[in-house]
């Protein structure tokens, strides 16, 4: 299994981020994916999951309004796609299914 994540950087706030993850090694059309964060001296932070064929999705409330989650099942890709970037959302960003994760992408927003 293989999970790379890109698309992080730093940016100002109220900027904008594209999360990618390519994965491999198992049948992603039919696996769940989440997105986690983790921000320094913090635990690590649910923040989206979307279902295998992309019907259903919840992410948190805290950024729900800016934040939306994707799938391409033809490119066994996930997205994030981040909007209104805050402070706050700086942390390492983390795709991922069930208990696996892959390397993170780290996302640093200035104020």
């Known amino acids: 299994v293989q999970l790379q994540a890109s698309g992080g950087g730093l940016v100002h706030a109220g900027g904008s981020l594209r999360l990618s993850c390519v994965t491999s090694?198992?049948?992603?059309?039919?696996?769940?994916m989440k997105w986690l964060r983790q921000a320094p001296g913090e635990g690590l932070e649910r923040v989206s999951t979307?279902?295998?064929?992309?019907?259903?999705?919840h992410t948190i409330d805290s950024v729900k309004d800016r934040f939306t989650i994707s799938r391409d099942n033809g490119k066994n890709t996930l997205y994030l796609q981040m909007n209104n970037l805050k402070p706050e959302d700086s942390a390492v960003y983390y795709c991922?299914?069930?208990?696996?994760r892959g390397q993170g992408t780290q996302v640093t927003v200035s104020s």
């Open positions: 991922g299914f069930n208990d696996i």
């Open positions: 090694g198992f049948t992603f059309a039919r696996t769940a």
């Open positions: 979307i279902n295998g064929d992309g019907t259903w999705s």
